[in-house]
């Protein structure tokens, strides 16, 4: 049973503009969410978060929008660069039945310079 | 650098045979997660350990096992491997058992 959704497996976006990565969850009771970008042959690394009581927070060129009665989140980067181009896991946390983190299966994102 | 460190990068084996990967946290994080990646597969969680205690099991098969020592660091044994074994497995740690992860570059297992 997959909790985390990811529908889009690729993205190619233009360098410049925005690149909108999308995230589907089926459990209410996640109570925080991340983004993670994976390079080949590296681990994932963290690159943003929000708590389920936010609807939005920005780091920089990037911004993480939650929309909880879609159970729905977006990754927006803005203005994407090619260095941008990795594959993108969303995650969700769930700590009431012993701290588990659910991932997405990532959509790979392509900056076309 | 992550600081998570994980052995071997790579291993190549044969089915019916039993290994095993190594992860050492980042200096300070008492926790340790489990994950794998197969192909077009998202990240599987595996299993979580706290300061040495199992804190929680995902859809981890009953050939595969692991443990958290009192340095902390982990190790993840598969055994009687099938070729469906094959996969990138993952290694995260975090500083508590509901902050975020940081991840090990991971070890890509071969079953031939």
């Known amino acids: 049973d997959q909790q985390v959704k990811q529908n889009s497996p690729s993205l190619s976006v233009q360098e410049g503009r925005i690149s909108i990565l999308n995230c589907d969850y089926t459990n209410s009771m996640f109570d925080y969410f991340l983004w993670y970008k994976k390079y080949p042959a590296e681990g994932p690394t963290f690159l943003i978060s929000i708590s389920s009581i936010k609807d939005k927070n920005e780091d920089g060129r990037f911004t993480v929008f939650l929309n909880k009665s879609a159970k729905h989140l977006s990754l927006h980067i803005v203005p994407s660069q090619p260095g941008d181009s990795a594959v993108y896991f969303c995650?969700?946390?769930?700590?009431?039945?012993?701290?588990?983190?659910?991932f997405g299966t990532g959509t790979s994102l392509t900056v076309i310079p | 650098d992550s600081g998570v460190t994980q052995t071997p990068k790579h291993l190549i084996t044969a089915t019916g045979q039993r290994v095993t990967l190594r992860c050492s946290p980042r200096s300070g994080d008492l926790s340790v997660y489990w994950y794998q990646q197969s192909l077009d597969q998202g990240l599987q969680f595996l299993i979580q350990?706290?300061?040495?205690?199992?804190?929680a099991k995902g859809n981890i098969l009953e050939r595969f096992s692991a443990q958290q020592f009192p340095d902390l660091h982990s190790e993840l044994n598969l055994s009687s491997l099938e070729l469906g074994d094959s996969a990138l497995y993952f290694c995260a740690s975090s500083v508590a058992a509901n902050e975020k992860l940081f991840f090990g570059s991971g070890t890509q297992l071969s079953v031939l």
């Open positions: 350990y706290y300061n040495g205690e199992e804190r």
């Open positions: 995650a969700a946390h769930l700590g009431h039945t012993g701290n588990q983190f659910y």
